[in-house]
């Protein structure tokens, strides 16, 4: 394949580059145009050719890549030691200046942060002023309560915003329509063509594709250079239910949904992507008194998103909204309609 890919340009501090590619508007650090060091996977202490062409082969085209694996990944696509796995990470790590950030370089990051509005006033104001980039929204809630029509109203109001914007569908329950992007789109006075045209979409056939698809969303950003803005999964956790059924698959079947977790994480961080996700409800017996329902994926999902709604239908063909966790929202409700040409206030 492309080896002579793996020798990569890159500047000693990923950091500032990455925030460049984010908003090209941000000015740039001066610092970090001056001294262009070339670091490669060759560089890295424990590769060789055939190693770096391995991991090359497996998707680890740049340092970042290696960066945020984890050494059990390695061990996996570079068939090297768990011991060599950790020294080539550390290395890639140093070699990007990655670690501690300042809470000044952290607030730097948030300014990117970009919030994507819905119509429906009373969500956006629900969500902080909209749903964020660099994070995971999961939306929960029983069947027909409005999880794939907010996707949908996400694809095209972020192309509102921006209309450079691409969104990616992720469908695994074949419930995307272009019909409803159609009807969105002119319901928000967009180009409807155009709206269409921005919208990638992936039927997913079960969790290994629906996660290999997540990885092709990596190199639609690297390759194709497109401006990704959302990624919808839709629903995160339907193959991974019908696929291990039983008691004794848990353990494996929550494994596996935290490695798609963190690739989603890192993809959400790494591009400042807001992932939108979607879970479905499942009936909990040990609960009494309130709502009967819990989402699926339990703690590794909820641990892994920033922001959680659970969703409801309220009362004459309402919905509700309802964050139920968030890093600096307070817990609110916001009820709203899903309509032909948007989600709308009441
Ligand atoms: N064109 C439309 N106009 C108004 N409401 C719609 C339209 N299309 C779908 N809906 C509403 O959305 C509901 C389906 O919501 P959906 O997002 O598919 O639920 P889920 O939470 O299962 O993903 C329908 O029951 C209907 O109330
Ligand atoms: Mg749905």
New binding site residues.
């Given amino acids: 394949m492309k080896s002579q890919e793996v020798v990569l340009k890159m500047k000693p501090n990923i950091k500032e580059q990455s925030v460049e590619e984010q908003s090209s508007s941000k000015t740039k650090d001066v610092s970090s145009n001056t001294g262009v060091k070339e670091v490669t996977l060759h560089d890295l202490p424990g590769v060789g050719a055939a190693t770096a062409e391995k991991l090359e082969m497996a998707g680890y085209s740049d340092m970042m890549g290696v960066a945020v694996a984890t050494s059990g990944e390695l061990v996996e696509s570079g068939g090297v030691t768990e011991a060599t796995a950790r020294k080539i990470i550390n290395a890639a790590r140093s070699a990007l200046d990655m670690g501690f950030e300042s809470g000044q370089d952290f607030l730097k990051k948030r300014e990117d942060v970009i919030k994507l509005k819905l119509k429906s006033e009373a969500i956006n104001e629900l969500m902080g002023g909209g749903f964020e980039t660099g994070a995971i929204t999961e939306c929960f ?1 029983e ?8 996707g949908h109203a996400l694809a095209v109001m972020c192309q509102k915003q921006d209309p450079d914007a691409v969104a990616v569908y992720i469908d695994t329950e074949g ?1 995307f329509r272009p019909e ?1 992007i159609v ?1 969105f789109a002119q319901g928000a006075g967009l180009d409807v063509e155009k709206t269409l045209k921005q919208i990638r979409v992936a039927k997913a056939y079960n969790s290994d594709h629906q996660m290999l698809l997540v990885e092709k969303v990596g190199d639609m950003i690297k390759k194709d250079g497109l401006k990704i803005q959302v990624v919808i999964v839709d629903s995160l956790t339907s193959h991974f239910r019908a696929e291990f059924i039983g008691r004794g698959t848990l353990a494996e079947r929550q494994q596996k949904l935290n490695k798609h977790m963190h690739a989603l994480l890192k993809l959400a961080d790494m591009n400042n992507i807001c992932v939108y996700v ?1 879970n479905q409800v499942q009936a909990d017996p040990a609960q009494f008194f309130g709502d009967p329902t819990k989402a699926v994926g339990g703690h590794i999902v909820a641990h892994a998103s920033t922001f959680r709604i659970y ?1 409801r239908k309220g009362k004459k ?1 309402t919905r509700v909204a309802k964050l139920i966790d968030a890093p600096n929202l307070a817990e609110s409700e916001a009820a709203f309609v ?3 040409d948007g989600i709308k206030d009441l």
């Fill in positions: 809630g069947y027909g309560s409005g999880k794939t029509q907010i419930t409803r009807q979607t969703l063909g899903i309509a032909e």
